[in-house]
């Protein structure tokens, strides 16, 4: 039996401590809406609950923390009842009016508590602890306002439709304020908001937001570029019909390509790679204008990269080779590597050529015919590599682009026609295609995302692992799969390593994505934008310290893009949210270790396995800790550099299957065993 505890309203038992916390709140909040927040003492509000002040200072320290804890119980209480309402909404538009429902009810649209949010919204700009608090309290109602809109409204306008929404509710809140509280009307300040949601929606286009409820076949959607918002050109989705007209091309085209000698088929895929390096500098353009990514990058990793691949594999598949097996003087056997015939490829947005390029040379080199679906945000430069391939002599329909959003893509996972699938892309994606490819059967490559460890250890030299951070970071805007996002650093390093890492991001270039000079671009659009931005939020309330960056850069014309500072969290644990989930932005969390079974230990502790990488100058500990960790893809004394010779793939929830280097010959090739008899066949019959 606890006597410890008081009886809840629910019948259920409170301990002692934590009711005193919330009677003392609560009195808290009274003081503030009777007295604002001068007037609001330690020894006043312990007078109004009857107890000693220093019983208040027991519980909360200082007063500081007191309002800190009293204003997070107002946001809090709000949260709970938007949260109740959420949950009975039945539709997207009942979702919108729960929040301005919870924000503008009675009980909360009354004098004593608009009081006291007044008081400490007045604080917030003074105050650190309260503005987070704020901060946190309005991105979750924008995010479910954002949320709510979603459905009906294409992304931009549910996230400007959000913000007007929640302006509007303080507006509201406001004027009800200065009134004197005369206007504190709940009921009609719930119909103003209502009337001009009904309005907005009602002017709006059509409700057919990216990635939520696309266009349907046959209709065009556009390409943006997201350091500019502007529009760069428009596609056409894929449906049942496009998609089996393309597979009947691509069993056509397959034949063909297949009949050819291997040396031929070499010749043509060379070809092709030349005119990707003959164009880099135009593609490298497009890809920069449709991604964001800088075209200091672009220039010299994303064509590059490609073209090194297809190379590679033209050689790798003119030397494909089966084996020869003696059976004696009467029969022989050999085995025969033959294409699957058609296979599809689709596509994450960050490094969209590339992922084109890394899918179609095995898939070509080893005579299979390509269906390749590029993400919807990034959809243009993969027409590009199509054009090049038909002009370097690939017969039609060996490699064919297809555009759509994710429906498009369960057509191809799901065609009884297509004999295997290699994606990359997120996880939750890679088990559903496995799942859709499992009908007929379909071998899968998936490359998902990570969550990877990089490991300083004490002798490493620090210039190099700083280097290597920022490789594992900050490349592409932090939206690389392998990025090493959880960076280790011994304990006798740390403060040594900080500083200068500190020093080399606070030099970093961020801008204009064209510019040769800029080294941080965008991120891919508003919506992954402010994922990263909640990410970042959210490292902050669970206690780890932003050391650089951490908000979104509006300056100048930057505010028309979705630019995030690259950011760098000290003081990380980790099972906090930022150490533990993939954030795929410019966001690094710096943790502390003492010993290599420690840190080994620890690094493993994810679901994912996509990468590693260990600075020492201890070469027998590189490989040993290498050989520990458990990861796909993996670096001593570097980071994030793919040559197209080594595979590339992860392991545990991070993936299947490897791309680039022989292995990956064996998912785009089935073996055929034959037997072969130079005698005479002897039957017991
Ligand atoms: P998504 O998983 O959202 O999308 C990947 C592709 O799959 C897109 O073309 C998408 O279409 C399509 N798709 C979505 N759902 C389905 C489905 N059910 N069936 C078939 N196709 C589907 O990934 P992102 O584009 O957001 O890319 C980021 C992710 O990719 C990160 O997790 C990152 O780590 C990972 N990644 C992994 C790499 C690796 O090599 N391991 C390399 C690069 C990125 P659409 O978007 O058009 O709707």
Same mark, same amino acid.
């Given at each position: 039996?606890?006597?410890?505890?008081?009886?809840?309203?629910?019948?259920?038992?409170?301990?002692?401590?934590?009711?005193?916390?919330?009677?003392?709140?609560?009195?808290?909040?009274?003081?503030?809406?009777?007295?604002?927040?001068?007037?609001?003492?330690?020894?006043?509000?312990?007078?109004?609950?009857?107890?000693?002040?220093?019983?208040?200072?027991?519980?909360?320290?200082?007063?500081?923390?007191?309002?800190?804890?009293?204003?997070?119980?107002?946001?809090?209480?709000?949260?709970?009842?938007?949260?109740?309402?959420?949950?009975?909404?039945?539709?997207?538009?009942?979702?919108?009016?729960?929040?301005?429902?919870?924000?503008?009810?009675?009980?909360?649209?009354?004098?004593?508590?608009?009081?006291?949010?007044?008081?400490?919204?007045?604080?917030?700009?003074?105050?650190?602890?309260?503005?987070?608090?704020?901060?946190?309290?309005?991105?979750?109602?924008?995010?479910? @306002? !954002? %949320? #709510? &809109?979603?459905?009906?409204?294409? +992304? /931009?306008? *549910?996230?400007?439709? =959000?913000?007007?929404? $929640?302006?509007?509710?303080?507006?509201?809140? @406001? !004027? %009800? #304020? &200065?009134?004197?509280?005369?206007? +504190? /009307?709940? *009921?009609?300040?719930? =119909?103003?908001?209502? $009337?001009?949601?009904?309005?907005?929606?009602?002017?709006?286009?059509?409700?057919?937001?990216?990635?939520?409820?696309?266009?349907?076949?046959?209709?065009?959607?556009?390409?943006?570029?997201?350091?500019?918002?502007?529009?760069?050109?428009?596609?056409?989705?894929?449906?049942?019909?496009?998609?089996?007209?393309?597979?009947?091309?691509?069993?056509?085209?397959?034949?063909?390509?297949?009949?050819?000698?291997?040396?031929?088929?070499?010749?043509?895929?060379?070809?092709?790679?030349?005119?990707?390096?003959?164009?880099?500098?135009?593609?490298?353009?497009?890809?920069?204008?449709?991604?964001?990514?800088?075209?200091?990058?672009?220039?010299?990793?994303?064509?590059?990269?490609?073209?090194?691949?297809?190379?590679?594999?033209?050689?790798?598949?003119?030397?494909?080779?089966?084996?020869?097996?003696?059976?004696?003087?009467?029969?022989?056997?050999?085995?025969?590597?033959?294409?699957?015939?058609?296979?599809?490829?689709?596509?994450?947005?960050?490094?969209?050529?590339?992922?084109?390029?890394?899918?179609?040379?095995?898939?070509?080199?080893?005579?299979?015919?390509?269906?390749?679906?590029?993400?919807?945000?990034?959809?243009?430069?993969?027409?590009?590599?199509?054009?090049?391939?038909?002009?370097?002599?690939?017969?039609?329909?060996?490699?064919?682009?297809?555009?759509?959003?994710?429906?498009?893509?369960?057509?191809?996972?799901?065609?009884?026609?297509?004999?295997?699938?290699?994606?990359?892309?997120?996880?939750?994606?890679?088990?559903?295609?496995?799942?859709?490819?499992?009908?007929?059967?379909?071998?899968?490559?998936?490359?998902?995302?990570?969550?990877?460890?990089?490991?300083?250890?004490?002798?490493?030299?620090?210039?190099?692992?700083?280097?290597?951070?920022?490789?594992?970071?900050?490349?592409?805007?932090?939206?690389?799969?392998?990025?090493?996002?959880?960076?280790?650093?011994?304990?006798?390093?740390?403060?040594?390593?900080?500083?200068?890492?500190?020093?080399?991001?606070?030099?970093?270039?961020?801008?204009?994505?064209?510019?040769?000079?800029?080294?941080?671009?965008?991120?891919?659009?508003?919506?992954?934008?402010?994922?990263?931005?909640?990410?970042?939020?959210?490292?902050?309330?669970?206690?780890?310290?932003?050391?650089?960056?951490?908000?979104?850069?509006?300056?100048?014309?930057?505010?028309?893009?979705?630019?995030?500072?690259?950011?760098?969290?000290?003081?990380?644990?980790?099972?906090?949210?930022?150490?533990?989930?993939?954030?795929?932005?410019?966001?690094?969390?710096?943790?502390?270790?003492?010993?290599?079974?420690?840190?080994?230990?620890?690094?493993?502790?994810?679901?994912?396995?996509?990468?590693?990488?260990?600075?020492?100058?201890?070469?027998?500990?590189?490989?040993?800790?290498?050989?520990?960790?458990?990861?796909?893809?993996?670096?001593?004394?570097?980071?994030?550099?793919?040559?197209?010779?080594?595979?590339?793939?992860?392991?545990?929830?991070?993936?299947?299957?490897?791309?680039?280097?022989?292995?990956?010959?064996?998912?785009?090739?089935?073996?055929?065993?034959?037997?072969?008899?130079?005698?005479?066949?002897?039957?017991?019959?």
């Amino acid at each position: 039996m606890n006597t410890h505890s008081t009886i809840r309203v629910d019948g259920s038992r409170e301990p002692v401590e934590d009711a005193r916390r919330r009677q003392l709140i609560d009195v808290t909040i009274d003081s503030l809406a009777e007295l604002g927040f001068a007037g609001t003492t330690l020894a006043q509000i312990a007078g109004r609950a009857g107890v000693s002040p220093g019983l208040v200072a027991h519980y909360f320290g200082d007063k500081e923390s007191l309002l800190d804890a009293a204003f997070r119980a107002l946001a809090r209480r709000v949260g709970e009842r938007v949260r109740f309402r959420l949950r009975q909404a039945e539709s997207a538009r009942g979702r919108i009016q729960a929040v301005i429902d919870a924000n503008l009810a009675p009980e909360e649209f009354e004098q004593k508590t608009g009081t006291a949010w007044l008081a400490f919204w007045g604080q917030v700009l003074h105050d650190p602890r309260l503005r987070r608090v704020q901060s946190a309290y309005q991105r979750r109602t924008l995010g479910t @306002l !954002r %949320a #709510a &809109l979603k459905p009906l409204l294409p +992304a /931009d306008e *549910a996230g400007s439709l =959000a913000a007007m929404i $929640a302006a509007m509710i303080d507006g509201v809140w @406001l !004027r %009800a #304020a &200065l009134s004197g509280w005369r206007e +504190a /009307d709940s *009921a009609s300040a719930r =119909a103003l908001l209502t $009337a001009f949601v009904e309005g907005r929606l009602r002017a709006a286009p059509r409700a057919q937001p990216p990635g939520v409820r696309p266009p349907q076949p046959g209709e065009r959607f556009a390409s943006t570029n997201p350091a500019t918002g502007e529009t760069l050109g428009y596609v056409t989705v894929a449906g049942t019909a496009e998609i089996d007209a393309a597979v009947r091309a691509a069993q056509r085209g397959q034949a063909e390509w297949a009949a050819l000698p291997a040396a031929e088929r070499a010749r043509r895929l060379r070809a092709a790679a030349a005119l990707l390096r003959a164009r880099n500098d135009a593609l490298a353009e497009l890809e920069t204008r449709d991604t964001g990514k800088p075209i200091q990058e672009t220039r010299v990793v994303d064509v590059a990269s490609g073209a090194d691949c297809i190379e590679y594999f033209a050689a790798v598949g003119q030397s494909l080779a089966g084996e020869h097996l003696d059976f004696g003087s009467a029969a022989f056997g050999y085995t025969r590597r033959e294409p699957l015939g058609v296979v599809a490829g689709i596509g994450a947005w960050n490094y969209p050529l590339q992922i084109a390029c890394w899918k179609a040379a095995p898939a070509l080199a080893c005579g299979n015919a390509m269906i390749f679906k590029p993400a919807e945000l990034t959809p243009l430069t993969a027409v590009k590599l199509e054009e090049i391939f038909l002009e370097a002599g690939l017969p039609a329909g060996v490699f064919q682009v297809v555009q759509g959003f994710a429906d498009t893509g369960r057509l191809l996972t799901r065609h009884p026609d297509i004999r295997k699938v290699s994606l990359t892309g997120e996880v939750g994606t890679g088990k559903a295609v496995m799942v859709d490819a499992a009908a007929s059967l379909k071998n899968v490559t998936l490359e998902l995302g990570g969550k990877s460890p990089l490991i300083v250890f004490e002798d490493a030299t620090l210039d190099n692992a700083v280097g290597g951070a920022l490789l594992a970071n900050f490349y592409s805007s932090g939206q690389v799969c392998s990025n090493g996002t959880r960076v280790f650093v011994h304990r006798a390093v740390k403060a040594a390593f900080l500083e200068r890492l500190v020093a080399r991001v606070a030099a970093m270039r961020i801008g204009d994505p064209l510019d040769p000079a800029t080294q941080v671009g965008p991120l891919v659009s508003q919506a992954h934008m402010h994922k990263v931005l909640g990410y970042i939020e959210r490292g902050r309330e669970e206690g780890a310290r932003v050391l650089i960056g951490g908000h979104r850069v509006m300056d100048g014309a930057l505010a028309r893009g979705h630019f995030v500072a690259p950011t760098v969290f000290d003081g990380c644990r980790d099972e906090m949210t930022i150490v533990r989930e993939e954030i795929f932005g410019p966001v690094m969390s710096v943790l502390e270790f003492e010993s290599e079974a420690e840190v080994i230990e620890r690094a493993n502790a994810t679901e994912f396995g996509l990468s590693a990488g260990v600075f020492t100058n201890d070469l027998a500990r590189g490989h040993r800790v290498i050989a520990a960790l458990q990861a796909g893809t993996c670096w001593i004394n570097h980071y994030n550099v793919t040559p197209v010779e080594l595979p590339f793939g992860g392991v545990k929830l991070s993936g299947l299957g490897r791309e680039n280097g022989r292995a990956a010959i064996e998912h785009y090739t089935q073996l055929k065993s034959v037997y072969v008899a130079l005698g005479d066949v002897e039957a017991p019959y």
